[in-house]
């Protein structure tokens, strides 16, 4: 079972409104992740934290604005979106960066996104 | 650049009989290799993973995986399927040389186990 945690599993918001997707993980990992996904597509990176610093931002659209309180969480700002958002969102972490060796990225069971 | 391939779609077996998803890869330098699986609706897990060392990986639900470093490849099998893995499986490589080390995901492979 993950040991990545994501709230909510679903969450349908209007193009007006601003809500957040969270995520915990309590495995000591220092690189944490946000991933779209779209339907039988592969995952695509959004943002990666590591050591609670932005390290990647895949050129996101600033509607998505992401946020590492601290080393266990990671949360993801949503505001303004637009319909083609919906997707399922994906947090995950690895015990360091990329970069490092062969480090095993573990996903969340991720939050379905639905934008109205 | 570094990228990976999975070539099928969709692979069909019957139950009990072996599976094989491939996949091949690029990247400049020794690579980093993952296999996932996604269940209908439910997040990415990890199966095996590829670093140095014996170029056949053993992982989870009897899952293993071969590396061949001649043809870039690192195929995922199993000596026999059960209906339950029946699921979407993803390659992924991380490139050992390269600046950003990022993980690169093929487009996915769905595995049909029939009955």
């Known amino acids: 079972d993950t040991e990545v945690t994501q709230t909510p599993k679903h969450l349908v918001m209007g193009m007006t409104n601003k809500k957040s997707l969270k995520c915990e993980q309590h495995?000591?990992?220092?690189?944490m992740y946000w991933y779209k996904q779209k339907a039988k597509k592969p995952p695509e990176l959004m943002f990666v934290y590591s050591y609670e610093k932005l390290s990647i931002n895949e050129s996101v659209p600033s509607r998505f604005s992401p946020e590492c309180p601290n080393s266990s969480l990671l949360n993801l700002h949503l505001h303004a979106l637009q319909p083609e958002d919906s997707a399922l969102y994906l947090c995950a972490s690895s015990q360091g960066p990329q970069g490092a060796s062969g480090n095993t990225i573990y996903f969340g069971e991720g939050s379905w996104l639905t934008v109205v | 650049a570094q990228s990976v391939a999975q070539p099928e779609d969709q692979v069909n077996v019957a139950e009990g009989n072996p599976l094989t998803v491939k996949c091949t890869y690029s990247?400049?330098?020794?690579?980093?290799l993952f296999w996932y699986v996604q269940y209908p609706n439910r997040g990415l897990q990890f199966l095996l993973k590829?670093?140095?060392?014996?170029?056949l990986v053993k992982g989870s639900y009897g899952f293993e995986a071969e590396f061949n470093k001649s043809q870039t490849s690192f195929h995922l099998k199993k000596p026999s399927a059960l209906v339950s893995d029946s699921a979407l499986y993803f390659c992924a490589v991380r490139g050992g040389n390269t600046g950003g080390f990022k993980t690169i995901f093929g487009a996915g492979t769905r595995l049909f186990v029939k009955a």
């Open positions: 495995m000591g990992h220092r690189a």
């Open positions: 990247v400049s330098g020794n690579p980093y």
């Open positions: 590829y670093i140095t060392g014996d170029n």
